[in-house]
């Protein structure tokens, strides 16, 4: 069985791409502030990043899927060990 099987579209990151939501907590933005707050939020439209997370909170990569969605969407090459 292939780790792709029944998936159509899915959001790929490498491990690299990762470090910055390990790098930041943000206690602020969760429901439980003690526990696990290294979260990446998706959003549909960029604006609502914009509007409900203040900038010091936002994390890069939760707008660049937004602008370059070609680096993201079933990017499985990622997956890769090399």
Known sequence: M?????????IVFSREELTE???????????????NTYMLFAYLIQNDCLQ???EEDRLGIEL???KHPEKY???WDKTEVT
């Open 73 to 75: 969407v079933n990017r």
């Open 52 to 54: 409900y997370v203040k």
């Open 64 to 66: 660049d899927i937004h």
């Open 21 to 35: 939501i390990a790098n930041k907590p943000r206690h602020n933005l969760t429901a439980h502030p003690t526990t």
């Open 2 to 10: 292939c780790l792709t099987d029944g998936i159509e579209d899915a």
